[in-house]
């Protein structure tokens, strides 16, 4: 199988504004928010790549 | 260890939409229990904070301090810049207030508090127990230790994350051309004018608009919302801010206090609010408004309903989906159909050229509408330009 993409959420505050637009929009809901701090469940997520579009401020980034 | 809870309705969510229907559960005989994940009610604001006045005595919101000013109505910028005004003579109910929305916020979640409702923050729904298909209640953590809530109806008034419908089997998945992407700064030392709530549209926002909401004494609310069908870098919504920002003299000499963002759905409404044993309301049934992108109004209307049929299924024992159908009903009576016209005309709108924007506003210019309505508008349009009405013939 070949692996999957890097998917990076840059949530130390440094870019994320913890905004929740990429939790609302993940079709596969499998990012979560708690108040400050952000995850999202590796092996749900496809990297469909809708999430770097959503985040108004660019903190996601897959490569 | 904390120790489970049981109650009769649970509501996932402190923002409006969920003190709503907990204030409404409450004075209808239910035991109610109100989480939210943030330790502070209404904070951080991720909001515009303006809204419409003339629904808040239906719902029962009484005028308090969290109104912050009144406008007298709103100007649409076209992408020249020619402005169309809307005052409160026309738009009646859709201008009004600016607001303190966290004051807002804590002033709903107190009103539900008074009525009885428990209030319990920093206490986060991770996922939902069920029972023979049926949603009993959630797992949730508070101060990061799990423990369970069981409930005969759950409320999903999770905002735009909406996950707890989602985790109980029900879409309010969206896709990216029913979403827009937000960014607002409160900025300083701007020259806005008090007495209007502006709206900037075209390419400065594909699919969405440029926002300034006056906060009174140089203060503004200067905030962008970007379809993210139609982003093309990374960080669009914010660069694309910044450059309105950049372009606008009297905003470029602002000092920015504060940044927020999120997510707006700017969709159809969804197929499906119920299911055994829950229901969702708000921003996480998607009921924004998907042309003004306002979700306040009409998440507290929909949630006095859900309150009030919450409380009849406890008291009948019968939470199921078949009984909710008197929510279900209830709140499209009053939403769907202009939810559903707003969503066709932004469909549309969306795809318009700059220069028709121009043309729209223009042929505006001097109109005196008798009630703002995307009817009347077109109308108005059509008698300068015609062709340009042609692509919006089914609302005429
Ligand atoms: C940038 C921006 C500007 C906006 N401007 C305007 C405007 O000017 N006028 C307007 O009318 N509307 C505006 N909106 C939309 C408006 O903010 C929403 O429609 C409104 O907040 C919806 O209320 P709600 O109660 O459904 O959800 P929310 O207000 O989002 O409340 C949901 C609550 O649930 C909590 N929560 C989420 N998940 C969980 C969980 N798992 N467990 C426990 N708690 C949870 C959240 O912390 C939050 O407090 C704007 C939105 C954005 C993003
Ligand atoms: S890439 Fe797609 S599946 Fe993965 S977190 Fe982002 S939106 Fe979700
Ligand atoms: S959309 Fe971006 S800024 Fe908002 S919570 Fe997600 S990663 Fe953070």
Request: hydrophobic share 40%; aromatic share 8%; net charge negative.
């Amino acid at each position: 199988m070949p692996s999957k993409k890097h998917l990076h959420i840059e949530s130390s505050g440094q870019l994320c504004i913890y905004c929740g637009a990429c939790v609302g929009i993940c079709p596969l809901n499998c990012i979560y928010l708690d108040e400050t701090r952000i995850t999202f469940d590796e092996k749900v997520c496809t990297r469909c790549e809708v999430c770097v579009k959503a985040c108004p401020v660019g903190a996601i980034e897959i490569g | 260890m904390t120790a489970d809870l049981t109650t009769d309705v649970l509501v996932v969510g402190a923002g409006p939409a969920g003190s709503m229907t907990a204030k409404w559960a409450a004075k209808h005989g239910a035991k109610v229990l109100m989480i939210e994940k943030r330790q502070e009610i209404g904070s951080p604001v991720r909001c515009g904070e303006g809204m419409s006045k003339a629904w808040l005595s239906d719902v029962g919101i009484t005028p308090g301090r969290w109104i912050n000013l009144e406008v007298e109505g709103a100007r649409i910028y076209s992408p020249s810049e020619k402005v169309f005004e809307i005052n409160e003579k026309h738009a009646g109910n859709e201008v009004g207030y600016v607001v303190e929305r966290d004051e807002f916020d804590k002033q709903l979640a107190i009103d539900a508090a008074n009525a009885g409702v428990d209030v319990v923050l920093k206490t986060a729904a991770t996922s939902v127990l069920k029972e023979n298909g049926r949603v009993v209640g959630v797992k949730a953590k508070r101060f990061g230790e799990p423990f369970e809530i069981r409930a005969t109806v759950t409320i999903a008034a999770d905002g735009f994350e909406s996950q707890v419908g989602r985790w109980a089997g029900i879409s309010t998945n969206i896709a990216m051309r029913d979403m827009d992407t937000c960014l607002q700064y409160r900025m300083t030392n701007v020259d806005c004018d008090v007495r209007y709530c502006d709206f900037f549209l075209g390419k400065v926002a594909p699919g969405g608009y440029v926002w300034v909401f006056p906060k009174g004494e140089g203060l503004a609310n200067v905030g962008i919302g970007v379809q993210v069908s139609q982003v093309k870098a990374m960080a669009d919504a914010r660069n694309y801010l910044d450059r309105w920002i950049e372009h606008h003299p009297g905003y470029a000499k602002g000092k920015k206090i504060d940044m927020v963002g999120g997510g707006v759905s700017i969709s159809a409404p969804l197929k499906q609010t119920v299911g055994d044993g829950i229901m969702l309301v708000g921003d996480a049934a998607r009921m924004i408004d998907p042309l003004t992108g306002g979700g306040i109004a009409n998440g507290c209307i929909a949630g006095k309903i859900c309150g009030e049929v919450a409380a009849e299924a406890v008291h009948a024992g019968t939470p199921t989906k078949e009984f909710f159908q008197k929510y279900e009903v209830g709140w499209r009576a009053v939403l769907e159909e202009k939810l559903y016209r707003n969503w066709l005309a932004k469909e549309k709108l969306v795809q318009l050229s700059d220069e028709t924007f121009d043309k729209v506003i223009d042929a505006l210019q001097g109109v005196r509408l008798e009630k703002l309505s995307v009817h009347n508008i077109l109308k108005a349009v059509n008698e300068k330009y015609p062709e340009v009405t042609k692509e919006f013939e089914a609302f005429l």
